[in-house]
C-alpha cells in the first residue's frame, strides 16, 4: 500500500483514476468531496451509511454505503465505473457551490435567486 503526500492536478487525477474503490471511513464528515472526485475519476465509493455519504453517495449506484466497510468495498468493485464518471462529471464546483447556496436559502427561508453565482472561469 502506497501512502501519497499531498497531490493535486493530473497527479491527484492519476491516483483516483488508478484506484479500484474509493472507500471513505469518516463517521462525521459532513459533505466529503472527495468522494465526487472520487467518482469523477470513474471510482465507486464505499462508505459508511451517514450523513455525508448519505448526502453524496445516496442511492445513486455508484456507491455502497454499509457499516461494514469490507463487505461496502468488496461490492462497490461491481460498479460501472462509466456510471461513476457520469455522476461524478455532473456535480461540478459550480453546481455544488449553486446547492449549498440553494440550502442555506432554504433554511434562511430566503426566496432563491438564480443569478447569485456569478460566472468566474
Given at each position: 500500500?502506497?501512502?501519497?503526500?499531498?497531490?493535486?492536478?493530473?497527479?491527484?487525477?492519476?491516483?483516483?483514476?488508478?484506484?479500484?474503490?474509493?472507500?471513505?471511513?469518516?463517521?462525521?464528515?459532513?459533505?466529503?468531496?472527495?468522494?465526487?472526485?472520487?467518482m469523477?475519476?470513474?471510482?465507486?465509493?464505499a462508505?459508511?451509511?451517514?450523513?455525508?455519504?448519505?448526502?453524496?453517495?445516496?442511492?445513486?449506484?455508484?456507491?455502497?454505503?454499509?457499516?461494514?466497510?469490507?463487505?461496502?468495498?468488496?461490492?462497490?468493485?461491481?460498479?460501472?465505473?462509466?456510471?461513476?464518471?457520469?455522476?461524478?462529471?455532473?456535480?461540478?464546483?459550480?453546481?455544488?457551490?449553486?446547492s449549498?447556496?440553494?440550502?442555506?436559502?432554504?433554511?434562511n427561508?430566503?426566496?432563491?435567486?438564480?443569478?447569485?453565482?456569478?460566472?468566474?472561469?
Amino acid at each position: 500500500m502506497i501512502f501519497p503526500c499531498n497531490l493535486d492536478g493530473e497527479d491527484l487525477s492519476r491516483a483516483y483514476a488508478s484506484a479500484d474503490v474509493f472507500v471513505f471511513p469518516s463517521l462525521t464528515d459532513t459533505f466529503g468531496l472527495v468522494m465526487l472526485e472520487s467518482m469523477a475519476g470513474g471510482v465507486p465509493v464505499a462508505a459508511f451509511p451517514v450523513s455525508g455519504p448519505l448526502d453524496v453517495v445516496g442511492d445513486s449506484g455508484c456507491g455502497v454505503l454499509d457499516f461494514d466497510l469490507r463487505r461496502a468495498a468488496l461490492a462497490a468493485l461491481n460498479i460501472s465505473r462509466d456510471k461513476c464518471r457520469a455522476y461524478g462529471a455532473a456535480h461540478s464546483m459550480r453546481e455544488s457551490a449553486r446547492s449549498f447556496i440553494s440550502n442555506i436559502m432554504l433554511a434562511n427561508r430566503a426566496p432563491w435567486q438564480p443569478g447569485l453565482i456569478q460566472e468566474t472561469v
